[in-house]
Nanobody, 125 residues
Framework: QVQLVESGGGLVQAGGSLRLSCVGSGRTFSNYAMGWFRQAPGKEREFVAHISAPTGRSTNYAESVKGRFTISRDNARNAVYLQMNSLKPEDTAVYYC?????????????????WGQGTQVTVSS
């Protein structure tokens, strides 16, 4: 069982930056591939980024965030991060951290095993 807790969301102007953090419980955190999804009002939850286990050597991004967002992990802290730069109003959403037992880059939220409660990111124009 893995419990995930996100933090770092908030209100930022367009062009600004935020860094989301996700801390996981348990001694096997490094065994899980980690991902970030987001969900805007009235829309489905969508894939944002993925980082492989255990070292994070492989990362993948949605086209809409490529070049602006960076996912990273620190297994010593049981943490995964999402650095978000050049934010746009369309990035406004609740952002969720998620963990998967496999290293497959899954774009569907149904293929992940554990989820955090989410953190709100609002980008004003």
């Amino acid at each position: 069982q893995v419990q995930l807790v996100e933090s770092g969301g908030g209100l930022v102007q367009a062009g600004g930056s935020l860094r989301l953090s996700c801390v996981g419980s348990g001694r096997t955190f490094s065994n899980y591939a980690m991902g970030w999804f987001r969900q805007a009002p009235g829309k489905e939850r969508e894939f944002v980024a993925h980082i492989s286990a255990p070292t994070g050597r492989s990362t993948n991004y949605a086209e809409s965030v490529k070049g602006r967002f960076t996912i990273s992990r620190d297994n010593a802290r049981n943490a995964v991060y999402l650095q978000m730069n050049s934010l746009k109003p369309e990035d406004t959403a609740v952002y969720y951290c998620t963990a998967s037992r496999t290293n497959l880059v899954e774009l569907s939220p149904g293929n992940y095993d554990y989820w955090g409660q989410g953190t709100q990111v609002t980008v004003s124009s």
